[in-house]
């Protein structure tokens, strides 16, 4: 068998959070769950943060089946308006530029909390600042952590609602954080030994137009890969993103973004990528996964 036919048997999924942002598994859990799954190879990309991953390999250390943990990260960015998520794969996560880089996000994290608190104040609810904030516990804090206390303490009805309401762009409630540029999110990936992924390219709620300025950016700051398979992508769209793939010579990568179980989204479901394009793994060293 040839090392290509192998690698298409590997369940291969690259994109999935933890409770160390907001995923709602620890770490343990999720590596459980990958293995329940069936899934070989899995990424671990938190928001702004490796803190999963220590915890996660030495869980699987116990396991006896094998599974291959990437080291990851979901790098936040801003890019003319728009919030872009750059997906950092098989970085070191001791790597002291990318921890400096990650600890200036969680200052921005924490500035937006702040900021989300004190407009959610002038809507009625007070308080929710720190509870979301202890709720993120030693993680990132993020709007899926003020949407949980809004829903459990505060009687709005779901997180759903939270979004549409407050939380989402240009709602009540939004704040617009200053995130950094892709190509500083693209270049401390890179100096962490890892690939830069432009992430669900589908869901940033913009035209093809700037979807195609978007990519062609992301290829001038050096970027790797695009996510070419990722949930809720239309057939429309996927043709787009796997033609801007070829066309701007990225790497494709797969994730299923698992945040929790759910009828939409399961680790390992739904990753396979297009046969005419490479994949981000075809130079990988699989050995470890058995
Ligand atoms: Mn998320
Ligand atoms: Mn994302
Ligand atoms: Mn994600």
Redesign the pocket.
């Given at each position: 068998m040839s090392t290509e036919n192998f690698q298409k048997q590997l369940k291969i999924d690259l994109h999935s959070?933890t409770q160390l942002?907001?995923g709602q598994l620890s770490p343990e859990e999720l590596i459980a769950r990958a293995h329940t799954m069936q899934v070989d190879v899995l990424a671990i990309t938190d928001?702004d943060t490796v803190a999963a991953l220590e915890s996660a390999h030495a869980f699987q250390s116990k396991q006896n089946r094998p599974l291959t943990i990437v080291n990851g990260v979901e790098i936040s960015c801003s890019w003319h308006g728009f919030d872009i998520h750059i997906v950092g794969l098989n970085i070191d996560p001791a790597h002291s530029n990318l921890n400096k880089f990650l600890a200036n996000q969680a200052d921005i994290r924490h500035d937006r909390a702040i900021k989300m608190g004190e407009k959610l104040v002038k809507c009625g609810f007070d308080g929710v600042t720190e509870k979301a904030l202890a709720l993120a516990g030693k993680g990132q804090v993020?709007r899926?952590h003020f949407a949980r206390v809004l829903v459990a303490d505060y009687h709005v009805a779901s997180m759903d609602k939270v979004f549409k309401k407050y939380l989402g762009k240009g709602k009540r409630a939004f704040y617009k954080a200053r995130w950094p540029e892709i190509k500083n999110a693209v270049a401390v990936i890179q100096q962490a030994g890892g690939q830069a992924v432009l992430a669900h390219p589908a869901h940033y709620d913009m035209t093809t137009k700037w979807l195609r300025r978007l990519v062609n950016d992301f290829r001038e700051a050096n970027g790797d890969a695009i996510e070419t398979v990722f949930p809720g992508i239309a057939a429309d769209k996927r043709q787009i993103i796997n033609e801007l793939a070829k066309e701007h010579n990225l790497l494709a990568s797969a994730g299923s973004d698992f945040?929790f179980p759910s009828r939409w989204t399961e680790l390992g479901r739904n990753v396979q990528i297009d046969d005419a394009l490479t994949p981000v793994w075809h130079n990988w060293n699989f050995a470890h996964s058995g």
């Open positions: 959070h942002s907001d928001h993020t899926a945040h």
